[in-house]
Every structure is written in structure tokens, then in C-alpha cells.
């Protein structure tokens, strides 16, 4: 089974940038997608951006113009870098993979990030 460990998140101020990273124990270029996901206190995991083996980039309308996500398939990661950061950005965030159609039901423990004065 795939492993994920995601790493970088942290407590910022608004308007702040963090980098986080997740490192995958295969091949990630076999996957079809990779992506970053989170969840907030109270609510539903939600997905906030995609990067296809293609290397085509999505993210949800919310993050545009802020975030990027990227991968390093010699590295095996997939990064999500957070610039102007919000306090409503605050949540767990988490990494996930598709190998066609579906994302992997195998959730690695994410990473806490905090946006706060």
C-alpha cells in the first residue's frame, strides 16, 4: 500500500506563505493525479487543487491566484505552496493520489495549518 507523509504545516499570520510537501514511498509517476485536500473543524474534507500525470493544474475557486501545487517525480512529492494566507484556510491539510478514476481510500495523517493574527 502506498504510504503518504505530509510535512510544512505551521502558525502564520495572515497574508503569510507556507510550503507544504508530501512524500510518496512509490512511484508517483504512474499515478493518473495527485492531490491536496483538507479539512477544517466541523466541516467535510474538501479538495483544494489537482495536478494531473500530465502535469495539468485545478484548484477549487477559493485558492486561485494563491496557491500552487507542483510535483518532483525524481523526488516522488507533490508540494502545495500557500501564499496570502486566510484565517478561513485554517484546517488539516492532506495529500492523495488516483491511480485512474478514483482516489486512494488511504489517508496518510496530514498536516495542521493555522492561520491566525
Known amino acids: 500500500q502506498v504510504q503518504l507523509v505530509e510535512s510544512g504545516g505551521g502558525l502564520v499570520q495572515p497574508g503569510g506563505s507556507l510550503r507544504l510537501s508530501c512524500a510518496a514511498s512509490?512511484?508517483?509517476?504512474?499515478?493518473?493525479?495527485m492531490g491536496w485536500f483538507r479539512q477544517a473543524p466541523g466541516k467535510q474534507r474538501e479538495i483544494v487543487a489537482v495536478?494531473?500525470?500530465?502535469?495539468?493544474?485545478s484548484y477549487v475557486d477559493v485558492v486561485k491566484g494563491r496557491f500552487t501545487i507542483s510535483r518532483d517525480t525524481s523526488k516522488n512529492t507533490v508540494d502545495l505552496q500557500m501564499d496570502n494566507l486566510q484565517p478561513e484556510d485554517t484546517a488539516i491539510y492532506y495529500c492523495?493520489?488516483?491511480?485512474?478514476?478514483?482516489?486512494?481510500?488511504?489517508w496518510g495523517q496530514g498536516t495542521q495549518v493555522t492561520v491566525s493574527p
Open positions: 492523495n493520489y488516483r491511480l485512474v478514476a478514483d482516489w486512494s481510500d488511504s
Open positions: 495536478v494531473t500525470r500530465g502535469g495539468y493544474s
Open positions: 512509490t512511484t508517483i509517476s504512474t499515478f493518473a493525479a
